[in-house]
T-cell receptor, first 116, second 111 residues
Framework: GAVVSQHPSRVICKSGTSVKIECRSL??????MFWYRQFPKQSLMLMAT?????????EQGVEKDKFLINHASLTLSTLTVTSAHPEDSSFYIC????????????FGPGTRLTVL | GQQLNQSPQSMFIQEGEDVSMNCTSS?????WLWYKQDPGEGPVLLIA???AGELTSNGRLTAQFGITRKDSFLNISASIPSDVGIYFC???WGSGNQFYFGTGTSLTVIP
């Protein structure tokens, strides 16, 4: 299957700082990437859809000024958590849509964010 | 957003037993995907289904796209300890639209 990477895998930061998470499609070009948030023992919650070269589409209740998404190339999307607070601590996972043919999406390994 | 109901929520089975789980939706879907997630990892795609009634296998795993297009099933035969994890279904009703994820089924295999 297609490979999606995320960096960093874990990050600990102080309250008030900003954190950037990268999502890369390694062996294909992804015009569409997705960002999810997952709380312990819960399902994945879609935060936003990231389209290359255009503004991201945010789900209801997700603050776009808080969670900045940039999809500047066909292989890279970034999520920046601005002015992070302890309640932003979570597991953030990206996925990328494989273009052409039947619709499939592959997930990255996730990023564990802890805000102190 | 919409969420799919998965059943059962959790399962505890003996190694070697077969496993069945399902996913239901109030809406019709055109695509169903099944994923497995290990703790601290991202979900890994197991099987993709694109047509009502379709039955697809991946090793010991078999998944079916329900004929009503509102449900899907995943079976695991002869379970082994490494099958432990959380299994998620995901459904999509139109290409280009988002996938909706199930609530997950936690599987524990007792050696």
């Amino acid at each position: 299957g297609a490979v999606v990477s995320q960096h960093p895998s874990r990050v600990i930061c102080k309250s008030g700082t900003s954190v950037k998470i990268e999502c890369r499609s390694l062996d294909f070009q992804a015009t569409t990437m997705f960002w999810y948030r997952q709380f312990p023992k819960q399902s994945l919650m879609l935060m936003a859809t990231s389209n290359e070269g255009s503004k991201a589409t945010y789900e209801q209740g997700v603050e776009k000024d808080k969670f900045l998404i940039n999809h500047a190339s066909l292989t890279l999307s970034t999520l920046t958590v601005t002015s992070a607070h302890p309640e932003d601590s979570s597991f953030y996972i990206c996925s990328a849509r494989v273009p052409g043919g039947r619709y499939t999406q592959y997930f990255g390994p996730g990023t564990r964010l802890t805000v102190l | 957003g919409q969420q799919l109901n998965q059943s059962p929520q959790s399962m505890f089975i003996q190694e070697g037993e077969d496993v069945s789980m399902n996913c239901t939706s109030s809406s019709i879907f055109n695509t169903w995907l099944w994923y497995k997630q290990d703790p601290g990892e991202g979900p890994v795609l197991l099987i993709a289904l694109y047509k009502a009634g379709e039955l697809t296998s991946n090793g010991r795993l078999t998944a079916q796209f329900g004929i009503t297009r509102k449900d899907s099933f995943l079976n695991i035969s002869a379970s082994i300890p490494s099958d432990v994890g959380i299994y998620f279904c995901a459904g999509q009703w139109g290409s280009g639209n988002q996938f909706y994820f199930g609530t997950g089924t936690s599987l524990t295999v007792i050696p």
